[in-house]
T-cell receptor, first 117, second 114 residues
Framework: AQSVAQPEDQVNVAEGNPLTVKCTYS??????LFWYVQYPNRGLQFLLK??????LVKGSYGFEAEFNKSQTSFHLKKPSALVSDSALYFC???????????????FGTGTQLKVEL | DVKVTQSSRYLVKRTGEKVFLECVQD?????MFWYRQDPGLGLRLIYF???????EKGDIPEGYSVSREKKERFSLILESASTNQTSMYLC?????????????FGPGTRLTVL
């Protein structure tokens, strides 16, 4: 079974400060990890993904995430937060299964990011 | 850009009604998915389809069925809507080349069952 944990329901950051949104995963095998963002009353937008290779992944809107295998984490980061970054962020994991249609994503419960002036 | 559209943004139905939620993607994607999103629970997979007329149950299929008659269209059906099916429903699609696929989401349908 695969699972994802986002330990913080909400993260508050001042504009201009660095932000981190935490994600840890549990999967038996090599994980594929994703971050999505959801703005109010909108669907999810893809931010970035880790498949293999460099542990630091860069994505849209200045976001990046670091894959840490020993800590089973994939934290989302941004050096300088903007008020417009305020949104709901989801981490997701997939274990590629060769048989059937097994490419299922398992999502975390989401972290609400609030960036204030 | 990939575009995934859903037939309604907001829907209000009565208990016992049959409800159809439609999803269309315009990028010739093989895989399509239906999720429901509830506060504190994140997204949970209801059904997915990896080919026309093919479907597989996700984590919470009870009370739902799906139909995929054409590659671009994936329908979610609530045979007899109940109040505990009040939720945000999100459709997604992906290319289907393997586990590294990115899923692209529609804007969602907020369904209220009275």
């Amino acid at each position: 079974a695969q699972s994802v944990a986002q330990p913080e329901d909400q993260v508050n950051v001042a504009e201009g400060n660095p932000l981190t949104v935490k994600c840890t995963y549990s999967v038996s095998g090599n994980p594929y990890l994703f971050w999505y963002v959801q703005y109010p009353n909108r669907g999810l937008q893809f931010l970035l993904k880790y498949i293999t290779g460099d542990n630091l992944v860069k994505g849209s809107y200045g976001f990046e995430a670091e894959f840490n295998k020993s800590q089973t984490s994939f934290h989302l980061k941004k050096p300088s937060a903007l008020v417009s970054d305020s949104a709901l962020y989801f981490c997701a994991v997939r274990l590629y299964i060769l048989t059937g249609g097994g490419n299922k994503l398992t999502f975390g419960t989401g972290t609400q990011l609030k960036v204030e002036l | 850009d990939v575009k995934v559209t859903q037939s309604s943004r907001y829907l209000v139905k009565r208990t016992g009604e049959k409800v159809f939620l439609e999803c269309v993607q315009d990028m010739d994607h093989e895989n399509m998915f239906w999720y429901r999103q509830d506060p504190g629970l994140g997204l949970r997979l209801i059904y997915f389809s990896y080919d026309v007329k093919m479907k597989e149950k996700g984590d919470i299929p009870e009370g739902y069925s799906v139909s995929r008659e054409k590659k671009e269209r994936f329908s979610l059906i609530l045979e007899s809507a109940s109040t505990n099916q009040t939720s945000m429903y999100l459709c997604a699609s992906s290319l289907g080349t393997g586990g590294t696929d990115t899923q692209y989401f529609g804007p969602g349908t907020r369904l209220t069952v009275l």
